[in-house]
């Protein structure tokens, strides 16, 4: 028995790997079969947030061998997480192909969210700008025809990662147009912490384009919805220094 992916997503916390390693663990007691799985590559997953490379790598080496007998969720989870071990530590070559795999073994499985993640690692670890953009179209389309919640509501983060590919590309006006798209996305789902995330993107490339002072007005904004919790988000004082107000 496969566990659906968003009850995995409701036991993750990636600013607190350990915490979620302690989840995963506990969420284990009751797990059989391919969903035992699935948690032990996510516990892997922690790992390699974390930096203990050495640790995920055993852990997914322990998983390996009885991925014959599982179906393709943990397989595809597998070479995800494998993957994203091989480019935290420094050896995207070796991630490339995994991520690819699991891309194609997720679209053959219909596990479009999965696909996507794997869609979306493909691109960061991809070199040239153009094939950047391409596996984050493929992935962008397949969110927007799938049915899954899971895997429609992958499309905001990657219209910020197509945002930010154009913007190194120095393509700005490109650029704010996925950023808006984002923040747009953000907003319907109702995210407080991550629309202002996406403001500040919006607001990041409007400096880019030379508009300054609607820059400079949304970070405002910014500085005072965090201020109102009694806290200071250091990317939007910086962003101001860069224009000329603090």
């Not at 790997?17 to 663990?25: A, I, M, N, V, Y």
């Not at 429609?152 to 913007?167: E, K």
């Not at 880019?208 to 988000?233: F, M, P, Y």
Request: glycine content about 6%; aromatic content about 8%; charged content about 30%.
């Amino acid at each position: 028995m496969a566990i659906a992916a968003p009850d995995i997503a409701d036991l993750w916390d990636f600013d607190q790997p350990d915490r979620s390693e302690e989840r995963f663990r506990a969420a284990l007691g009751d797990a059989v079969g391919d969903a035992r799985l699935e948690l032990l590559t996510q516990i892997a997953r922690t790992y390699s947030l974390r930096a203990h490379f050495g640790e995920a790598h055993r852990l997914l080496d322990e998983i390996e061998p009885q991925l014959a007998a599982a179906g393709p969720a943990p397989r595809v989870r597998y070479l995800l997480e494998r993957g994203r071990t091989f480019r935290s530590g420094g050896a995207p070559d070796k991630a490339r192909p995994l991520f690819v795999d699991a891309w194609e073994l997720g679209r053959a499985s219909g596990l479009d969210g999965l696909a996507i993640d794997a869609a979306h690692m493909v691109a960061l670890v991809e070199v040239k700008t153009e094939d950047q953009l391409a596996w984050n179209e493929r992935a962008l389309e397949l969110s927007r025809r799938a049915t899954e919640p899971y895997a429609r509501n992958w499309q905001a983060s990657l219209h910020n990662n197509i945002g930010w590919t154009l913007h190194d590309a120095g393509r700005f006006a490109e650029a704010l147009a996925q950023f808006e798209l984002a923040l747009k996305e953000r907003e319907r789902r109702g995210q407080v912490k991550e629309t202002r995330v996406a403001k500040w993107a919006v607001a990041r490339c409007l400096r880019s384009l030379g508009r300054r002072d609607e820059a400079l007005a949304i970070q405002r904004v910014l500085k005072a919805e965090w201020a109102a919790e009694g806290k200071v988000d250091q990317y939007v004082l910086e962003e101001m220094k860069e224009l000329g107000s603090e």
